[in-house]
């Protein structure tokens, strides 16, 4: 079993940066996909970005891309998420996850994922 916690969140201005981290226990995660997921009150649980669990392939969702990156430290069980150029759409709770079944191309699906973290809080103001 694979246990997932998140960190790094909190309250950001509009234009700043945050980074969150993922650590995991329970066994190693360095050949699982690993992804990153938000939602937004009122709305349903997005993709945000992936990372491979071999390589360093990676996939963004549009809307992040040349903002965010994600990455991972398999030394320390641990994945992040460098949030830079925070806007007004980016408030949300965002979680991360591990797949079992590495996928080429990276998935953005939340079902193909099998581990979530409980999430952090990421709230920017303008």
């Known amino acids: 079993q694979v246990q997932l916690v998140e960190s790094g969140g909190g309250l950001v201005q509009s234009g700043g940066s945050l980074k969150l981290s993922c650590a995991a226990s329970g066994r190693t995660f360095s050949s699982y996909d690993a992804g990153w997921f938000r939602q937004a009150p009122g709305k349903e649980r997005e993709f945000v970005a992936a990372?491979?669990?071999?390589?360093?392939?990676?996939y963004y969702t549009d809307s992040v891309k040349g903002r965010f990156t994600i990455s991972r430290d398999t030394a320390k069980n641990t994945m992040y998420l460098q949030m830079n150029s925070l806007k007004p759409e980016d408030p949300a709770v965002y979680y991360c996850?591990?797949?079992?079944?590495?996928?080429?191309?990276?998935?953005?699906?939340?079902?193909?994922?099998?581990?979530w973290g409980q999430g952090t809080q990421v709230t920017v103001s303008s």
């Open positions: 996850a591990l797949a079992r079944v590495r996928r080429l191309p990276l998935s953005g699906s939340q079902r193909d994922y099998d581990y």
């Open positions: 990372v491979s669990g071999i390589g360093r392939g990676t």
